[in-house]
Antibody, heavy 121, light 107 residues
Framework: EVQLVQSGGEVKKPGESLKISCKGSGYSFTTYWIGWVRQMPGKGLEWMGIIYPGDSDTKYSPSFQGQVTISADKSISTAYLQWSSLKASDTAMYYC??????????????WGQGTLVTVSS | DIQMTQSPSSVSASVGDRVTITCRASQGFGRWLAWYQQKPGKVPKLLISAASNLQSGVPSRFSGSASGTDFTLTISSLQPEDFATYYCQQASSFPLTFGGGTKVEIK
């Protein structure tokens, strides 16, 4: 069974750093792209970026380029999303999701359960 | 970037109604369009990929179609479990983009 299991919720202060994780299991982690999606409270879905764990090829949305870093450790089948200096506006639910295997579509068929990040002084 | 304009932003409907949701793209990109369903407090679920490919396990009352830059999700006979928010996603090129969402509410 394919599973993406994300790390638990975080409460941080502005200016702090944070790294959240997404561990894949039940499939070949290195051969599927993993994307990250933000959902701010009461708002819609926003694509942040995507990584290919096999070679760490990474693409970012221009909206998030320079604001976050996406990485992966294929030895432990885990992808990461990190911030060096959090802002209150980073408060959101963050999802990891696996790219659909078939065809050329960059859609996402399996999703993690989400990690709620709260940034407040 | 390809912008996705989704309409309506909300719709009130009754069980058994036919519901249609539309996404219009700012430029053409073929058929790489996905639809997701998200229930409150839950994870998004992929319903349809490539404009009209129903994902395994998704009821056949859901269907998708494409015409140029317009994409449509249709629920042929709304069921109680279908009340949720639906999002389209341009799945063709980076940056990937989502529509603003359509909340399907009980009338």
């Amino acid at each position: 069974e394919v599973q993406l299991v994300q790390s638990g919720g975080e409460v941080k202060k502005p200016g702090e750093s944070l790294k959240i994780s997404c561990k894949g299991s039940g499939y070949s982690f290195t051969t599927y792209w993993i994307g990250w999606v933000r959902q701010m409270p009461g708002k819609g879905l926003e694509w942040m970026g995507i990584i290919y764990p096999g070679d760490s090829d990474t693409k970012y949305s221009p909206s998030f380029q320079g604001q976050v870093t996406i990485s992966a450790d294929k030895s432990i089948s885990t992808a990461y999303l990190q911030w060096s200096s959090l802002k209150a506006s980073d408060t959101a639910m963050y999802y990891c999701a696996r790219r659909l295997s078939s065809g050329g579509s960059w859609s996402f068929d399996y999703w993690g359960q989400g990690t709620l990040v709260t940034v407040s002084s | 970037d390809i912008q996705m304009t989704q309409s309506p932003s909300s719709v009130s409907a009754s069980v058994g109604d036919r519901v249609t949701i539309t996404c219009r793209a700012s430029q053409g990109f073929g058929r790489w369009l996905a639809w997701y369903q998200q229930k409150p407090g839950k994870v998004p679920k992929l319903l349809i990929s490539a404009a009209s490919n129903l994902q395994s396990g998704v009821p056949s009352r859901f269907s998708g179609s494409a015409s140029g830059t317009d994409f449509t999700l249709t629920i042929s006979s709304l069921q109680p479990e279908d009340f949720a928010t639906y999002y389209c996603q341009q799945a063709s090129s980076f940056p990937l983009t989502f529509g603003g969402g359509t909340k399907v509410e009980i009338k």
